[in-house]
């Protein structure tokens, strides 16, 4: 595989950019890492992702693939030997891919965002939602080391980014996940012991800086 | 391998994602309508997290969610494909799949947003007709794939007027098509009790399904 071409247009607090750094890590696959600056889209965004001009694109031999999750699996499909993150077992690959869609619906989605992004009543509710759904993967979790089972699989890959964004929402939202997810949080300290993860994942200090910028540009308090 | 059983409701599209992908491949299963008024214990038992239909089982373990429902089906039974072999054809395919859903849903609006909702999908189908459909007969090429059934359900319930007004030929050929497979043509759903299902599904949740 010395010939492959492999090129990740990404922005570094991007969750979803997260997930591809780490499934390229676990397959040991070099790549080169491409900083966009989403205010001034480059050429290569815009060409290889027309569509929705936005990151992450990975370009394979020159062909752009779109949507993290997508990306996700073909990097399984086209490097099944190292790392595989899908099992083999099609009733526990269902399952898997139901627990990814899940994470994108639930927690990276719309909702969760008034975590940082509301106040008063809205962000109570808000915070709720999220605990119970958070709640609810570590009981998918369960006495297991990984979602994976022994090793890291397609679902730790799809929720592992979000940790890096925990502090923010912690201090955003007047909480503490630890003592309500204990055991999530313990699961992403030990996914953080893995370079793949801990090199793929920004400081969280970093990211609740970004957050706070986010704010000031979205003028919420 | 197992008994196939499928719950679902006969107003749902993506109850009828499921039907349709199995009858496409000749799998027989057991159908039970769920009344959604009235959420059955076995509903509840095996779809705790979202509590919606369609649900899925094979040799009595569930499966939820309709896409994921599918790969499954393309994988324990994969003749007649609905899914390319080829890696980055399926990574295409599955980047249209979720254009579709998170685009689709926008149809279903009704008062203030219809007209916004109206162009967004008019966008969204010239789209569609101009990268993914390209000059093939089927999204699939010759024959359909997962994504012709998704979209198959989601834009042409009403659409046929709508896409001969814009002159999406190419996407009103595949309609015409798409409808005289067999499969298809012997269980058409009622689109105007689908259309009403989903617009009070929108109503109550922003969610897709």
Request: aromatic content about 12%.
């Amino acid at each position: 595989m010395a010939d492959e071409d492999v090129v990740l247009l990404d922005f570094w607090p991007s969750p979803f950019g997260m997930r591809v750094r780490i499934a390229l890590a676990e397959k040991e696959i070099k790549y080169e890492y491409k900083e966009e600056d989403l205010r001034n889209k480059s050429d290569l965004l815009l060409k290889m992702n027309p569509i929705h001009k936005k990151i992450p694109v990975l370009i394979h031999n020159g062909k752009p693939v779109c949507e993290s999750l997508v990306h996700v699996q073909y990097i399984d499909e086209i490097w099944p030997h190292k790392s595989p993150l899908l099992p083999t077992d099609p009733y526990q690959r269902a399952i898997a891919r139901f627990w990814g869609d899940f994470v994108d619906k639930k927690i990276y989605g719309l909702e969760s965002r008034k975590v940082w992004s509301t106040k008063g009543e809205e962000q109570e509710a808000a915070k709720k939602e999220f605990i119970e759904c958070l709640k609810l993967l570590e009981g998918e979790l369960g006495n297991k080391a990984y979602f994976g089972g022994e090793n890291l699989g397609y679902v730790d890959v799809v929720l592992v980014p979000f940790y890096s964004w925990f502090y923010a929402y912690e201090k955003c939202g007047n909480f503490s996940i630890e003592t309500e997810c204990p055991k999530l949080i313990a699961w992403a300290k030990r996914c953080m012991e893995k370079d793949s993860v801990s090199k793929s994942l920004p400081d969280q200090d970093k990211i609740y800086d970004y957050v706070l910028h986010l704010k000031k540009v979205f003028g919420i308090e | 391998m197992g008994e196939v059983k499928l719950v679902g409701t006969w107003v749902s599209p993506y109850t009828y994602r499921i039907k349709w992908a199995l009858k496409l491949k000749g799998i027989a299963f057991d159908y039970i309508e769920e009344d959604l008024c009235n959420k059955s214990a076995l509903l509840l038992q095996y779809n705790p997290i979202h509590k919606k239909v369609p649900v899925f089982f094979h040799g009595g373990k569930p499966i939820c969610e309709s896409m994921v429902i599918i790969e499954y089906i393309e994988e324990i039974w994969p003749h007649n494909p609905l899914l390319p072999t080829d890696p980055y054809e399926r990574a295409m395919l599955r980047f249209w799949i979720k254009y579709a859903e998170d685009k689709g849903p926008s149809m279903w609006m009704v008062g203030e947003g219809q007209h916004k909702a109206e162009q967004n999908s008019l966008e969204m189908l010239k789209i569609i007709e101009e990268k993914a459909l390209g000059d093939k007969k089927f999204f699939g090429g010759d024959n359909i794939s997962m994504l012709d059934i998704v979209l198959g359900l989601g834009h042409w319930l009403g659409g046929e007027k709508l896409l001969e007004a814009h002159k999406l030929h190419r996407l009103h050929v595949w309609l015409k098509n798409f409808k005289q497979v067999p499969v298809i043509k012997e269980d058409l759903p009622d689109l105007d009790a689908m259309l009403a299902y989903l617009r009070r599904q929108r109503e109550m949740s922003p969610a897709t399904h």
